[in-house]
């Protein structure tokens, strides 16, 4: 229908043939050709109105309308480049906030996990009802294996160890390190993944004490093994042991763990499968139901030691899709941040209907001398609608490309492998929900002006100069109110953001941050399994690194400050609490750990060397063990028990120092929290399974102090590891301070993108407030001139045209802080160190935007010192 | 600045004389098929020169019947051996024709009747 049936060239040449079938007609009836000719088309009338009223009555007349209105929309765009101009960036920086935001919700949220029927795949969570009711993602212990294993046939299942560790790989001479995985068998299989060469772990071979083997992911592959394609079958020699290579995953293949090589996990009632540590991940088989799998999973475990041990807890399991549990922790922030880029937009559309209206009004001659030579509402109402369709596009094209670059920046402000998703992309997805928000915008900020248009009085427009429009003002000072209510809410949550990281930043750390270099190495090595090569390496490592120059003192310790760290049993043997077993963070360290990270030692003595195997157990607490446990007692000289059954002499107690909560088991931990610690010499841990076990979760840090440059101190380091196991690589070099990034990481993500967005308010509050009180000038000048004419002062006339822009704002503050009053509490999970009602956050927010008001307010004003009253009094 | 020409939209109502020519034509062409060049003379000649079609008017309504799918056309030869577009009516156009032949004729009565009284009056 959109294809004319025929081409004005034909219509032309049907009307050249009549022409001349008409002389013809004429030359017979004796007239000269000449005479004939004119008279011919003297009959015919006017030719090219025929020819444009054939052309009119085609079917693509809408198509040649629409090209003539966005012509004429552009033209009229050009013509105000400082109004085409300022909807574009608004419009641009709006849309790409919402765009750059959306990107990550929808890589994380909505995009579906890169297996087959990822549907079907899911997470094990359990609920608890009654006071301490809460609702979180569960670890399962080895027995609740076995039996999800074995009693539950709607699923397909498979677990893995909750952490990666970190492996020794040893190709010939050289020995690198390695983040490896632990899973069950089927792992692949519920996941789907088919390997390019060889195959899955076997059932037997996840069995305790079953063959050692791996899966190589595609990369390592690749890099370790020159994608030699006759790597199957071979033997790898990993920890320490040969490990037979059995499959290699295709290239592309992730895993939720993302490591560089899978090791069977192994998993059994002892060890680590005696606490919950194993990660479940299952499918759903084909003619079963999820509520068949939730009931099965619920019986199968009633019977388990667990459920025996927590029978007061009420605790129900249930299934959730794989991909909410994956990102569950992620969710509420990044809706919460979704939502502030949706403030933005309203804030834009509220300013866009401003100017637009504003706009409209100017041009009410216009409009009304269009409809008086005869142009029909829909064609006026047509002109509009195209002109801000064309902002619309514009400004999402250009949004788009701000969306891009924002969203760049952003990554870069992560820390690697932060998001559990390999890339985060403009996609079709994203692409679509950018236009659709333009479009949706320029209906938004189109609607009031068009609304207002339709009231237009012809003739009172035409005859007022085309400046109509006092209701206008009143309207517009509530989009304003609008807009600054929303960018006080804004500010109060990222005041109140920022707040908790400058209290997370600046917790006393208990250690001094500055000047130390880690690094770790894994010693999930069958070479270190012994306790005595274990404590020689640990003490001449740490010797040849106090050898290197510029070093001053140098430790090793299982975790550090800001790290997730090992909890413990230990029993208390004296006092009143004498025999009840406690949780505690326990680490081992060697003799300068305290001194290289300056712990103050508050009581008692640090560990010497003198605190070998063979003398007197010991053990350090800190002050919060020491303050729960003992209170004002000094716990200097009393025994605890440790784990092992092993009565330890309390030598000294230290300052607290910060530590990761990220093992903590609900969510609202702060991030950095001051745990009960212990801390036992590393060469009384006499215990090689112990070490076993331990090992293969955490790799202990090898720390020096040093004023040098971190460079030369790393590779100095490294040399001295390679002088006592040359086969020991470590994993990287970092500083205290980087380690604090990174586990703040969440919480600076938050900072940037609120700040980010309550700012990008905050401008365009200002330029609503600005535009507002600057249009009011332009308005009002008449007005103006004759006040002054009359002995107005300039500054009268100021104050006068700027209060209007002022009571909008300060209506607007009124109303933010009553909407951030009801809003807020719901980020109270994300703060730590700063309540919900902040006064001082409160007082800067109303200050600046005060301030802002005032600058944005007055600027416009100075005009009002141009206006000559002379010159407006002989206007009129 | 520039007003936007109306657009000829084919539901609205015709005028009187739009639809006027469109039976004039209609009715030439029960005839036989025949050149706008023709239609025009024929027009002339039937009402013997008392209906002057200005001709260029001719071809927007020829356009407009063809649309409707009341007339048909293709280019032929005319008697004087030039190339001429021709029309012919089809079953549909001649259906038309009866019906505003009707039409016509109820409303010329009708106009009659109204002008009848008031012009003898005067």
Not at chain 1, 241 to 266: C, F, M, R, S
Not at chain 1, 428 to 448: I, K, P, Q, W, Y
Not at chain 2, 52 to 58: S, T
Request: with cysteine.
């Amino acid at each position: 229908m959109f294809r004319r049936k025929r081409k004005s060239s034909d219509f032309r040449a049907e009307i050249e043939a009549h022409i001349e079938l008409e002389r013809d007609r004429l030359i017979q009836q004796g007239r000269s050709p000449e005479d004939a000719q004119a008279a011919a088309r003297r009959a015919f009338g006017n030719v090219l109105q025929t020819e444009e009223r054939f052309y009119e009555s085609g079917r693509w007349q809408w198509w040649d309308n629409l090209r003539q209105d966005v012509r004429f929309g552009i033209r009229m765009l050009v013509r105000n480049p400082g109004f085409t101009v300022t909807v574009i960036l608004t419009l641009a920086l709006s849309i790409g906030a919402n765009t750059a935001i959306f990107s990550l919700v929808n890589a994380l949220l909505l995009k579906s996990l890169p297996y087959s029927h990822p549907e079907r795949l899911a997470a094990i969570y359990g609920k608890t009802t009654g006071t301490d009711a809460y609702n979180m993602r569960r670890s399962i212990d080895g027995e609740q294996w076995e039996l999800l294993r074995d009693g539950v046939p709607s699923l397909l299942s498979a677990v893995s160890a909750g952490i990666t560790s970190g492996v020794n790989l040893q190709s010939g001479s050289h020995a690198q390190y390695l983040h490896a995985a632990r899973v069950s068998a089927h792992y692949f299989d519920v996941l789907a993944l088919h390997p390019l060469l060889g195959r899955n772990f076997s059932e037997d071979e996840d069995r305790p004490h079953g063959p050692k083997t791996v899966v190589l992911s595609y990369a390592t592959w690749r890099t370790a093994f020159n994608a030699n394609p006759q790597i199957i079958g071979q033997a790898a020699l990993l920890k320490g042991e040969p490990y037979t290579i059995i499959g290699v995953l295709p290239e592309h293949a992730t895993t939720p763990l993302n490591a560089d090589i899978y090791i069977a996990l192994q998993p059994s009632r002892e060890g680590e499968g005696g606490g919950t540590n194993f990660e479940a991940i299952m499918r759903l088989r084909d003619s079963a139901t999820w509520q068949q799998a939730d009931a099965q999973i619920n019986s199968a475990w009633s019977r388990s030691q667990y459920a025996l041990r927590h029978t007061g807890d009420h605790l129900t399991y249930y299934l959730v899709p794989l991909q909410k549990g994956q990102t569950d922790s992620l969710q509420a922030p990044m809706l919460a941040v979704m939502l502030a880029a949706g403030f933005i937009l309203l804030i834009a559309c509220a300013n866009l209907a401003g100017l637009t209206l504003v706009r409209m009004l100017r041009r009410t001659t216009e409009i009304a001398t269009r409809v008086s030579l005869g142009a029909s509402p829909w064609q006026v109402q047509r002109q509009l609608w195209i002109e801000n369709l064309i902002l619309a596009v514009l400004g999402g094209l250009v949004g788009i490309g701000a969306g891009a670059l924002a969203l760049r920046a952003l990554l870069l402000l992560l820390p690697q492998n932060f998001l559990p998703v390999a890339d985060v992309s403009l996609d079709v997805r994203v692409l679509t929900f950018t236009l659709a928000l333009a479009l949706l915008t320029s209906f938004f900020f189109g609607m009031l002006p068009a609304l207002i248009t339709r009231k237009i009085d012809l003739r009172s427009a035409i005859a007022s100069r085309g400046i109509v429009g006092g209701g206008a003002v009143r309207l517009r000072q509530f989009l304003i109110a609008g807009e600054v209510a929303l960018t006080v809410v804004l500010l109060a949550a990222a005041g109140l953001l920022i707040r908790t990281l400058v209290h997370l930043e600046t917790l006393s750390p208990g250690f001094n941050s500055n000047g130390v270099l880690a690094a770790k190495a894994s010693l999930d090595d069958v070479r270190y399994h012994d306790p005595a090569a274990f404590r020689k390496l640990l003490s001449q490592s740490v010797a040849a690194m106090r050898q290197i120059p510029g070093v001053q003192n140098a430790g090793v310790g299982l975790t550090l400050p800001y790290e997730r760290a090992l909890i413990d049993g230990a029993t208390l043997s004296e006092g009143k609490q004498a025999g009840q077993e406690v949780s505690t963070d326990t680490i081992y360290v060697t003799p300068g750990y305290f001194e290289t990270l300056q712990i103050p030692v508050l009581a008692g003595r640090s560990f010497t060397d003198a605190d070998g195997p063979d003398a007197t157990k010991v053990v350090i607490v800190n002050r919060a063990f020491a303050r729960l446990y003992f209170n004002t007692e000094d716990p200097v000289g009393r025994y605890l028990t440790d784990d092992a059954k092993r009565a330890r002499l309390i030598v000294g107690v230290v300052e607290n120092t910060v530590g990761s909560s990220a093992g903590g088991l609900t969510d609202d931990h702060a991030p950095l929290t001051s745990d009960q610690t212990i801390y036992v010499p590393a060469a009384q841990v006499a215990s090689g399974e112990f070490l076993t076990v331990i090992h293969a979760w955490f790799q202990p840090s090898w720390i020096v102090r040093t004023e040098s440059s971190m460079e030369s101190v790393g590779a100095a380091m490294q040399n001295a590891m390679a002088g006592v196991d040359p086969n020991l690589p470590f994993s990287g070099f970092y500083s205290m301070n980087d380690l604090m990034a990174e586990t703040l990481a969440i919480q600076r993500l938050e900072v940037a993108l609120l700040v980010t967005m309550a700012s990008l308010a905050l401008l365009l509050s200002a330029v609503g407030i600005f535009a507002l009180v600057a249009n009011i000038v332009l308005q009002k000048k008449r007005e103006i001139g004759i006040r002054m004419a009359l002995g107005s002062t300039i500054g009268q006339a100021m104050v006068q045209v700027a209060r209007s822009g002022v009571i909008a704002s300060l209506l607007g503050v009124a109303i933010g802080l009553l909407l951030a009053a009801i809003a807020l509490p719901a980020i109270r999970s994300a703060l730590f160190g700063v309540g919900v009602y902040d006064i001082p956050t409160i007082t800067v927010i109303v200050a600046t935007l005060l301030l802002v008001t005032l600058l944005a307010a007055t600027l416009p004003t100075l005009k009002i010192a141009t206006i000559d009253p002379a010159t407006t009094l002989r206007e009129e | 600045m520039s007003t936007q020409p109306r657009k000829l939209d084919a539901k609205e109502p015709l005028d009187l004389l739009q639809g006027t020519l469109d039976l004039l034509i209609l009715r030439t062409l029960i005839f036989g098929s025949q050149h706008g060049q023709g239609v025009a003379r024929a027009i002339q000649q039937t009402s013997e020169q008392e209906l002057l079609v200005e001709h260029g008017a001719l071809y927007p309504a020829l356009q407009r019947l063809e649309e409707r799918g009341w007339i048909s056309a293709k280019w032929g030869t005319s008697t004087s051996n030039r190339k001429a577009r021709f029309y012919s009516l089809t079953p549909a156009g001649r259906k038309q024709l009866v019906t505003e032949t009707t039409k016509w004729q109820r409303l010329s009565a009708a106009i009659a009747r109204v002008l009848g009284p008031q012009t003898t009056d005067q």
